[in-house]
């Protein structure tokens, strides 16, 4: 085995151990701070020549893969004999080293490696919980590493195989990954960093979220200033401000971030800042409001499949599900909804999440089409909320406000001076909610679902 890049180490100093066919892509790791700790005697790593190990003249790693298809794959015997080999330097009184071993192996295919990762296998060579282990990196080339090596080692006592992905793209081989995964532990390793209060990692530790930006003199370069708050010398102001720069930078950057929030921890300081940044705590959760827009003619479908899921809700408790069927059949299809798009005295207003459409609502300008209604409606000219669903799931989340309100703007902008709409009698929880957007029961009127008559209270809402 060559070794190029060590320097000279303890042996009871943490080992790592990487095996490439590319050795001299790992000389950044004699520089720096992982340098200087191989230097220190505080880190034993090694890295191998993966064709040290091959048999033949022309040191063959790889070969064509079983199954066909593009490419060469890396042969398993070969990386058998490189990976046991890393276990047979000796140990500090010349016997072998008996060591637990973590196998790790930069792959696309792998799980997302994290902090937390890091954390671990920092803990495992450093032997913070029992003996410590080597950790043992194999950087592949190619298509990678034959699928028997990951699984004969994960069968191995004593040897834990770990596949991960430092992100969603595809590099030459592993090489890169593997100098991403060294510095990661690496400087978590007991005396590395000397300050360790400069372990900048609150990013993915308790807070759960991204740092805030920072700043440093010129207080002003380039006609930009240092935020003025910065340097006001008030101490809690500044902690606040951060706090807020990074909950937006999180909210903008990392919607996966927020949405895994603890909401215990959010003041109500945090909550506004997140609302402005289009999030609400909803429940013990913090999700991402929807976003309402109009509706444009390629909704259709997707509005109709909407509408067959939640006209049922809107339903008193005795509607049979044929009569309902048949009023989403006739009403409430593409095809319909398709014209009432076209239609210029409609207003399709929709509520998109990252899973699609989770509500609409519909307006229809114009004179009531029932004379009773128009006699109930005193300010002129009104419009019909015909239709305001949200889906189920979205209940108590606020998006049915959100195109409440955004259908209230949508007909005052359209020079309504009223809003009108009917619903069910018995339907307690949208009369609940439409008394609180400010619509008063002005009296009663028939709807027909199927054969049969259901009551509704006409409802009205002055706009200002
Ligand atoms: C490419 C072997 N997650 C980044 C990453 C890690 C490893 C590789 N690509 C991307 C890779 C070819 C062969 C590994």
Known sequence: ???????????????????????????????????????????????????????????TVDDTPFGGGAGMVMRPDVWGRAIDATGQAPGPDGGPEVRDVVLLVPTPSGTPFTQAIAHELAGAVSGAAGPPARLVLACGRYEGIDARVAERYAGEPGVTVREVSIGDYVLNGGEAAALVVVEAVVRLLPGVVGNPESLVEESFGDAGLLEYPVYTKPPSWVGLDVPEVLRSGHHGAVARWRRDAALVRTAERRPDLVESLDVDRLDA????????????VVGQRVRRRPSIRAAASTDAAALADLAAATFPLACPPDTTLGSARAFVAEHLSAERFSAYLRDPDRTVLVAEDATGLVGYTMLVAGEPYDAHVAELVIDRPTIELSKCYALPRMHGTGTSRLLIDASLDAARSGGARSVWLGVNQQNARARAFYAKAGFDVVGTKTFQVGERLEDDYVLVRQLP
């Open 269 to 280: 300081r945090d909550r506004d800042v997140l609302d402005g940044a289009g999030y609400a």
């Open 1 to 59: 085995m060559t070794d190029p890049a060590a320097g000279p180490t303890a042996s009871a100093a943490p080992r790592i151990d990487v095996v490439t066919i590319f050795p001299e892509y790992l000389r950044p790791l004699e520089l720096s701070l992982v340098g200087k700790a191989r230097r220190d005697g505080l880190l034993d790593l090694r890295v191998h020549d993966l064709r040290d190990v091959a048999t033949d003249r022309h040191r």
